[in-house]
Each structure stands twice: as structure tokens, then as C-alpha cells.
């Protein structure tokens, strides 16, 4: 136990190192995934290219839950409008039940149908085993006492990964205070300018001292 805790307090040390040197931290490498998105497209996602992946945690049963993560999707990609090298990806913690069928009506009935939206089923153990051990997204059931109707399954998942074009997570963002690996979604803009730019060999802005 003592080894596991000086462990992460050598990571968040290292995150802490490199927040200083202006440099979006290395928080951990993502596997490639080859998957069927809501329309039938057959992707490649989170290989090593000229791609960034915005990613969030979704259940179109609680459809007010989904939506605010996909505003927050898109109001991350905002400021970047005309960069066609951001997809934003929405993973369902039910794929069982969110079929393909079911995101493209979501994504139709609120205008999520740009090219650069993603929304991602699939075999229900394969997909919650890969969001689990590389996003840490568990997809956690949500207590019978907070359901407010029958469809309610899931907690909400308030973070929100940013994945670089090396696969690796380079931000989690949320809404809350930085803490830990944990960053405003404010703090999103200046992380995803740094990977655009290193992209395109642009050299990033390093603080004096």
C-alpha cells in the first residue's frame, strides 16, 4: 500500500513538473480502437496521426445528462472551429442499449451531426473494459435512491478527456477546481493550441526563469 501511494505522489509530481514547463502533461497512453460509429463508418480511433480526441461518457437514457456532456464537448472545440482535426467523441456506458440506432437519434434530435462527432456502442464488456482501463470511465450504476424515473442507470460522468494525435491523454477537464490531474474545462483552449501547434511545428511558448 505505502509502494501505491508513493507511486502517485511521484505522478502527480510529475504532472506538476511538466504544468510548469508549459507543457500539457503526459497523464497516460490510450489503445488504439477500431469501431463502427453511429453511422456505419468504420474508425480507426486514437492512433498515432494528425488527430485530436475530445472524449466523453455518455447514456442516452438520461438524456439530459448526455446532452450536457456533449455541449461541453462542443464548447471545448469551440474556438476552434474550422480545425478538422478534432473529433469529438461521445462513448456510451450502455451499449447494450444505446445501439447505433439509438446515438444517431440523439445525435439528429440535437444537432450533433457534423463531421466531427463520434458516438460509439458496441459489445457492452469490450467497450466498458477499454473506457475503464485507459480512461478510468467505470461507468458506475447510479443508486436506486437518486433515480428519478425508471431509465435512470448511470452516475453522470463529469470529465472529459482530450487525447493527443500519439494516442496519449494530454487533459482531463471537468467543471470543477484543478485538482490532482483534474483541470477546468477553462484550461482546455491553452492545452489544445499547444498540441495544434506542436502538429504543425509550430515551437510553443516556454515561461522564463
Known amino acids: 500500500m505505502l509502494g501505491g501511494i508513493l507511486v502517485y505522489f511521484s505522478y502527480?509530481?510529475?504532472?506538476?513538473?511538466?504544468?510548469?514547463?508549459n507543457r500539457p502533461p503526459l497523464i497516460r497512453p490510450v489503445g488504439s480502437l477500431t469501431v463502427a460509429d453511429h453511422r456505419g463508418r468504420e474508425l480507426d480511433l486514437f492512433t498515432k496521426g494528425e488527430t485530436?480526441?475530445?472524449?466523453g461518457y455518455i447514456f442516452t437514457g438520461q438524456p439530459e445528462d448526455a446532452k450536457k456532456?456533449?455541449?461541453?464537448?462542443?464548447?471545448?472545440r469551440a474556438p476552434f472551429e474550422d480545425e478538422s482535426r478534432i473529433r469529438l467523441v461521445a462513448v456510451s456506458m450502455s451499449p447494450d442499449i444505446d445501439t447505433a440506432k439509438a446515438l444517431k437519434d440523439f445525435a439528429d434530435a440535437n444537432g450533433y451531426t457534423g463531421d466531427e462527432w463520434v458516438f460509439l456502442s458496441g459489445p457492452r464488456e469490450q467497450t466498458r473494459k477499454f473506457m475503464n482501463k485507459?480512461?478510468?470511465y467505470p461507468g458506475q450504476?447510479?443508486?436506486e435512491e437518486e433515480r428519478r424515473k425508471p431509465g435512470d442507470l448511470h452516475k453522470p460522468e463529469v470529465r472529459i478527456s482530450l487525447v493527443d494525435n500519439d494516442g496519449v491523454i494530454r487533459g482531463i477537464f471537468w467543471e470543477g477546481e484543478a485538482a490532482g490531474e483534474l483541470r477546468n474545462d477553462s484550461a482546455a483552449l491553452e492545452?489544445?493550441?499547444?498540441l495544434i501547434n506542436d502538429m504543425d511545428g509550430v515551437e510553443n511558448a516556454v515561461p522564463e526563469g
Request: glycine residues 0%.
Open 191 to 194: 492545452v489544445i493550441q499547444y
Open 69 to 76: 456532456v456533449c455541449e461541453r464537448l462542443k464548447a471545448l
Open 52 to 55: 485530436l480526441y475530445l472524449v
Open 134 to 136: 485507459h480512461f478510468r
Open 141 to 143: 450504476a447510479l443508486p
Open 12 to 21: 502527480l509530481r510529475t504532472l506538476s513538473e511538466q504544468l510548469a514547463e
